[in-house]
């Protein structure tokens, strides 16, 4: 089984940026992509962006891509999210998961094991 701690929200000013980070336990042969996703009150859960740890590979969603960066520490096996030029639309709880098998998917339904989640909040 895979373990996932988030950590690294805050408030903060829109504009400003913040990077939160995830570490990672367990069997690493257990899963192939992790990832990060967000869900604000009242809306689903939204994903953002993915790593493909044994390539390197990431993909974002529309809505972060340019503003957002996936990273993976291999000595630490803690996955990072960078968070540049923050807005208020970006204020969620903030949650790292990890998939055991492909297809790639940002539909969070199909992801396997998730942490409990850190919370971002931007004001304007």
């Known amino acids: 089984q895979v373990q996932l701690v988030e950590s690294g929200g805050g408030s903060v000013q829109a504009g400003e940026s913040l990077r939160l980070s995830c570490e990672v336990s367990g069997d690493t042969n257990t899963y192939t992509f992790v990832g990060w996703f967000r869900q604000a009150p009242g809306k689903e859960r939204e994903g953002l962006a993915t790593l493909y740890p044994a390539g390197g590979s990431t993909s974002y969603a529309a809505a972060v891509k340019g503003r957002f960066a996936i990273s993976l520490d291999r000595a630490k096996n803690t996955v990072h999210l960078q968070m540049n030029t923050l807005k208020p639309e970006d204020t969620a709880m903030y949650y790292c998961?990890?998939?055991?098998?492909?297809?790639?998917?940002?539909?969070?339904?199909?992801?396997?094991?998730w942490g409990q989640g850190t919370q971002v909040t931007v004001s304007s």
């Open positions: 998961a990890a998939k055991s098998l492909g297809p790639l998917t940002l539909i969070a339904a199909r992801w396997d094991y």
